[in-house]
């Protein structure tokens, strides 16, 4: 509260989702973590083929939060409001591990 209370700029509290990359060796084996991760809840999961043939599925999670607090300078929500973000982002981080 006190960095954001001296901000001159903006101001986002920002929870970036889980992400894990995992290169395979067979197009077979990252299709079945693909499903595994889909059936998981990671709904944003997907598989990258890269120019060489390097296969590579991102496991995603959805569990994202972007809020602004401040803009030019000035706090555009409460500390209560805060207190609830760091709450909902703690869940999320709990609903990652």
Same mark, same amino acid.
């Given at each position: 509260m006190t960095a954001l209370k001296k901000a001159t700029g903006d101001a986002v509290f920002k929870f970036e989702p889980f #992400?894990?990359? #995992?290169l395979c060796r067979e197009l077979q084996d990252a299709q079945l973590l693909h499903s595994v991760a889909i059936d998981s809840g990671f709904r944003n999961s997907g598989i990258t083929v890269g120019r060489g043939g390097k296969i590579t599925v991102a496991v995603r999670s959805t569990h994202c939060l972007e809020v602004p607090l401040s803009h030019k300078g000035r706090l555009m929500v409460s500390e209560e409001y805060i207190e609830f973000l760091v709450h909902v982002a703690?869940?999320?981080m709990e609903e990652n591990i």
């Open positions: #992400v894990l990359h #995992v703690n869940q999320k």
